[in-house]
């Protein structure tokens, strides 16, 4: 308290009103305002920042799910973190003898501070997937190994900031918090509020000027690095020519499917490729569990929460759960139009288009009109895709659906996919609950919260007794905590009596025999666990697998003539140049993808091929056929050039400001990656993988 205090002190030297010779009291105590933009943890303001970032960040994904070949997705998934570490830093201060997970340099991070900011992350995921975040997602996001990442090239940029003598000093610090208004009551700074807010979010005045002060500490680095990167017009009228052009390729398919009656498979193909596959045959480790299940809603019934704790939570909640913004009820036309479609295509669609919303706006039921002429999902439903909050949809659209009265019908809006159509069919104005009718809502929440903290101190307990020897049927007993036992599972599975819940998983595979788990917190209870059976990862006879491995082997023999087949037709192709004429010789027919942008995610008529990267479809009329054949999952293709169309320069003219804009924004972010990767190189670098693994 001192430190913000002293803090708050300068701030009333600062803006002392020299006529009056006073002070501004309220100034003194704005020295903790400006951290708020930056920290979506804090509840109450975050309809105004946290809101926010989340369709930020929605968008985000939105693109990152089209572009997912693009040589940018690595630099955004970077900024994504970033983002995450700057709304939702944490304290630095770790617990004595608990293991760092990471020194950089002379520097700590530790096991507290990350997992801190990983729970949080975590916390964020599931809450933009709406309860859709599967394991498997978890996984392939890489979480920890992403925010380990992002910590070492914050805490390596802050070391070099101060080498350079770049570090935010106490001036600064106070000018940038006392200019912020966000700890005010009736528009002048509330000490009590300032104070009640910190409490609220358990951080104390000095973590909160501390992290300020890296905040500002990092945008002068930033700035210096990044303020000399230029990009000039031609060279971004280049990169546009380049990606807006379009071409036309021919293309010969040979499926797998028709190699696999000629492949032809003997016994000594079978007994070798057991052999030598054993591991990938595997029966996978096996287990059941019992386990103890301390629940809060039954402990919730007898919890008592007190008016001046609803209010509280209300007023740090208002803004961030009780305000409801605008919603409309919608239905949905779409009339798709295929990547790389030629002008007379768009045409098509756009008279298309047209025709539907005429025949709407005359009096035609516009469910009856999305079931016949949408290519959306939703036309299964009449185009209904429910109540949509503003601020849900892409801005565009967002802006037009809602300025639209009760059963208007959007004119037809065109973007990259197609043309839509949208009816308002209701809508419910933005409005905040108040106290009274939040309150069975905070009601429940506080219980809930004070239940879980019960169950917890009652699992404690049961684990300690449970360490000593005692069985789990006696603790279910004392405590009225239930016992159950699971049925076999293998890793990746899930139990529904679980759901998902990777750290009962986890504790399950790791435990030994009468080894008892540490209290696993899930969504509706608290566990513990112990191996009840374990059946260890076994190769099963070859007689109980042999139709899988004559399948497997049968295959890969058909994989091998699949390949002989599409390199022989290529090696005839690039000496007769005809890749019709060459089709026509053996049978094979011969389609064209029609036009597509060179660095399109996707080929038309052939989808995603993961071996090509974006642009990296390098054939044109000097070089118009491919050095080697293009494998997909279940066929071989074989290409050719046959036609290109220019890039629209015009469309670049109206374009080119945002275009400008853009490729500096890349630019200077290749610029930071580069400076960040220079900075590590040369760094001390330690990471605990074992300290990571437990946080």
């Known amino acids: 308290m001192s430190r913000v205090l002293s803090l708050g002190f300068r701030v009333q030297l600062a803006t002392r009103d020299p006529k009056r010779g006073n002070r501004d009291k309220g100034a003194a105590f704005r020295a903790g305002a400006h951290a708020l933009q930056y920290r979506g943890r804090f509840l109450m303001i975050k309809d105004r920042f946290g809101v926010r970032f989340e369709r930020i960040f929605l968008l985000m994904l939105d693109f990152l799910r089209k572009r997912k ?39 700590v991070i530790s096991q507290q501070e990350f997992a801190l900011h990983y729970q949080r992350a975590l916390e964020r995921y599931r809450e933009l997937f709406k309860g859709s975040l599967t394991p498997e997602m978890l996984k392939g996001l890489n979480l920890k190994g992403a925010l380990l990442e992002e910590l070492i090239r914050k805490s390596l940029a802050l070391q070099e900031a101060r080498r350079l003598g770049l570090a935010a000093g106490d001036e600064e610090l106070v000018q940038h918090i006392a200019q912020t208004p966000e700890f005010q009551v009736n528009g002048r700074f509330n000490k009590e509020r300032y104070l009640q807010l910190l409490r609220l979010n358990r951080m104390s005045p000095a973590q909160f000027e501390q992290e300020q002060r890296e905040q500002l500490t990092l945008r002068r680095l930033y700035s210096v690095i990044l303020d000399s990167v230029r990009v000039n017009e031609t060279e971004v009228r280049d990169r546009y020519r380049l990606e807006q052009e379009k071409i036309n390729l021919q293309f010969v398919r040979l499926p797998l499917g028709q190699f696999a009656a000629e ?52 007023q740090a909640n208002r803004e961030a759960k009780y305000h409801k913004p605008k919603q409309a009820k919608l239905r949905y036309i779409h009339v798709r139009l295929a990547p790389g479609a030629d002008a007379k295509q768009q045409q098509e669609a756009r008279a298309r288009a047209d025709r539907i919303l005429k025949e709407a706006r005359t009096g035609k039921d516009f469910a009856q009109l999305a079931k016949k002429d949408s290519d959306d999902p939703s036309s299964a439903q009449g185009g209904d895709i429910g109540w949509m909050a503003q601020g ?112 009962f998983y986890k504790s399950a595979f790791a435990l030994s025999p009468k080894e008892v788990s540490p209290v696993i917190a899930g969504n509706k209870a608290y566990y513990l666990l112990r191996i009840k059976e374990r059946k260890e990862a076994t190769v099963p006879p070859l007689d109980a697998i042999r139709s899988d491995v004559e399948r497997r082997v049968r295959e890969s023999k058909a994989r091998e003539l699949l390949s002989q087949k599409a390199n022989a037709l290529l090696d005839q192709l690039k000496k007769e140049k005809d890749l019709a004429r060459v089709a026509g010789q053996h049978g094979v ?91 590590k190189a040369k760094a001390a670098i330690q990471v605990h993988a074992s300290a990571l693994e437990e946080s």
């Open 69 to 107: 070949r693009s040589w940018i997705i690595t630099i955004l998934l970077g900024l994504i973190i970033i983002v995450f570490i700057a709304f939702y830093g944490g304290s630095k201060y770790q617990d004595p003898g608990v293991q760092d997970i990471a020194q950089v340099n002379d520097e």
């Open 589 to 679: 027919k011969l389609e064209e993808t029609g036009w597509f942008l060179r660095n399109a995610p996707e080929l038309p008529k052939i989808g995603q091929i993961p071996e090509l990267k974006a642009g990296g479809l390098t054939l044109s009329a000097q070089k118009p056929f491919p050095e080697r054949i293009v494998i997909q999952k279940d066929a071989a293709l074989i290409f050719a050039f046959k036609d290109r169309q220019e890039a629209d320069m015009k469309k670049f003219e109206n374009e080119k400001d945002a275009l400008v804009k853009q490729t500096l924004a890349e630019s200077r972010q290749q610029v930071l990656e580069k400076f960040m990767d220079h900075l």
């Open 392 to 503: 849900q949809l892409p801005p565009p659209l967002d802006k037009v659906v809602f300025s639209l009265a009760k059963g208007q019908i959007t004119d037809v809006i065109e973007n990259a996919g197609g043309f839509q159509i949208v009816k308002v069919e209701d809508l419910k104005e933005a409005h905040t609950e108040s106290l009274k009718e939040a309150t069975p809502d905070i009601t429940r929440a506080l219980k809930i919260e004070k239940a879980k903290a019960e169950a917890a101190k009652t699992a404690d307990r049961g684990r300690e007794k449970a360490l000593t020897g005692a069985e789990f049927g006696k603790l279910a007993e004392e405590s009225g905590a239930p016992v159950n036992v699971t049925g076999w599972f293998s890793s990746g599975e899930l139990l529904p009596e679980i759901g998902q819940n990777q750290e």
């Open 263 to 314: 492949a032809k498979v003997t016994e000594e193909d079978v007994q070798k490729f057991y052999e030598r596959n054993k591991d990938t045959l595997k029966e996978p480790l096996k287990v059941r569990v019992e386990y103890l299940s301390y629940p809060f809603e039954p402990v919730a019934s007898s919890i008592q929460v007190d008016e001046k704790e609803i209010q509280d939570y209300y």
